[in-house]
């Protein structure tokens, strides 16, 4: 149902999905940047809340998925996305 709404959504917590593996907080951008899709209200918040924790995941992994996220044709949508999240400081 969600994806035929266009929306995101975290499988279960959201809290918990993000807390197991912070980077999927940038593999959402990613995803919901790719396929045109809004970002679930309790997904969006657990990924707000869990963004400043990002810090933790290997900068190699990030740059993996920054890399995919501003080589796609809607990488404006991704940018937004990153600094809705606070994943970006203001330039």
């Known amino acids: 149902a969600d994806l035929g709404a266009k929306v995101l959504r975290a499988i279960g917590d959201p809290y918990l999905r993000y807390a197991e593996d912070k980077l999927r907080v940038l593999?959402?951008?990613?995803?919901?940047?790719r396929f045109?899709?809004?970002?679930?209200?309790?997904?969006?918040?657990?990924?707000?809340a869990v963004a400043?924790?990002?810090?933790?995941?290997?900068?190699?992994?990030?740059?993996d998925e920054l890399r995919k996220l501003l080589t796609h044709p809607n990488r404006s949508r991704g940018a937004w996305l990153l600094r809705e999240l606070g994943l970006v400081g203001p330039l």
């Open 36 to 48: 045109a899709l809004a970002i679930n209200p309790d997904t969006l918040a657990a990924a707000r």
């Open 27 to 33: 593999r959402a951008v990613r995803i919901a940047a």
């Open 52 to 63: 400043p924790k990002i810090t933790v995941v290997s900068a190699e992994r990030i740059a």
